[in-house]
Structure formats: structure tokens, C-alpha cells
């Protein structure tokens, strides 16, 4: 069995501080790789939809690395300025 490896966008590594989110992506490994013969998974977290694919340029035959780029951000407030004479 190869090795695995999850990595992120650069604007997504502060995701990868948190447990949970680790938590949710070794599940959805496990579940649509593993168990359904997928060949990526997708990640729903704090507004995030994230999608994982087999990075080739960095996987080797004893190494799978899947790199996560997010599909979906949170969507944040849009604040309205008012001028006022």
C-alpha cells in the first residue's frame, strides 16, 4: 500500500491547523477512495468546498499526494458605504 499525502492551496493552509477539517478529510478519503474506488474526493468545511485530486506531478509509485483547491469559499457581508454631505 502507497503512502498518502493531502495538500492545499496556499490560501487554504490555515485549514490545515485545524483537527476537524483533517478529521473530515481522511473520511472522505476513506469513504470515496477507499470503500466507492474513487478516484478524488470533495470536502464541505466552515463555508469551504474543497476538492482533492491525485497530484501527478508530485505523486510517486510509492506516494499519492492529493492537492485540495476550493471549488466554493464562504461567501462574506458586503458592506455598503454611505456618503453622507
Known amino acids: 500500500m502507497a503512502l498518502i499525502k493531502f495538500r ?11 483537527e476537524e477539517f483533517r ?7 476513506e469513504v470515496q477512495v477507499e470503500q466507492n474506488h474513487g478516484w478524488g474526493f470533495t470536502v464541505r468545511y466552515k ?3 474543497i476538492r482533492f485530486d491525485i497530484d501527478d506531478k508530485a505523486s510517486t ?3 499519492l499526494v492529493y492537492l485540495g483547491y476550493a471549488l466554493e469559499e464562504p461567501k ?4 455598503t ?4 454631505c
Open 8 to 18: 492545499v492551496e496556499d490560501g487554504l493552509k490555515h485549514l490545515m491547523q485545524d
Open 23 to 29: 478529521r473530515r478529510i481522511i473520511r472522505a478519503y
Open 47 to 49: 463555508g469551504y468546498r
Open 61 to 63: 509509485r510509492g506516494c
Open 76 to 79: 462574506g457581508r458586503q458592506l
Open 81 to 84: 458605504l454611505l456618503e453622507v
